[in-house]
């Protein structure tokens, strides 16, 4: 007769989070209008820069944070600056086909989401172009292009 034999195994523990491997996507977050959002509330659902008024990830912007300041009439009319870092960022939006979450300043730390626009269309210069900067305080030299949103 031969006798049973035991083995002893090791108990290991597995943290939760990696005995499941299907990854599971956040939820995206739903931006109410007329709700103010912090940068960092912004950046955590949409990623991007955290300073820059047109964040944007692997090519691609995810929402504009304009002030009135540079944008007076945003957020259907969006004045591009002339800067190194600014014009790509520019260049970006008028290429942007996608619908685009826009927040304008309010306050010190508070962006209002006014809604998802589209590029309707944009310009780089003549009558129309001038029309839109004059009155808004900046020069002509100041602005690369004029990009006129429409909501989504």
């Given amino acids: 007769m031969q006798s049973a034999k035991t083995t002893r195994s090791a108990r290991v523990r597995i943290p939760f989070a990696t005995q499941n491997q299907i990854a599971i996507a956040p939820l995206p977050i739903m931006f109410t209008i007329g ?6 509330e912004i950046h955590g659902a949409l990623g ?3 300073v820059s008024c047109l964040p944007s990830v692997n090519g691609k912007l995810v929402a ?4 009135l300041r540079f944008s007076p009439a945003a957020p259907t009319v969006v004045l591009c600056g002339q800067g190194s870092k600014t014009a790509p960022a520019s ?3 008028t290429l942007q086909r996608e619908k685009l979450p826009i927040f304008i300043k309010k306050a010190a730390g508070k962006w209002e989401f006014c809604g998802d626009f589209r ?3 944009f310009l780089v210069s003549g009558p129309r172009f001038e029309k839109f900067i004059a009155g808004s305080g900046r020069s002509l030299a100041s602005v690369s292009y ?3 949103l429409r909501p989504s």
Avoid: F, M, N
Avoid at 35 to 40: L, T
Avoid at 64 to 67: D, G, I, M, S
């Fill in 35 to 40: 709700e103010c959002y912090s940068r960092d």
């Fill in 146 to 148: 004029v990009v006129l």
């Fill in 119 to 121: 590029v309707a269309e």
């Fill in 64 to 67: 504009a944070c304009l002030t």
């Fill in 48 to 50: 991007g820069s955290k």
């Fill in 91 to 93: 260049r970006l939006l």
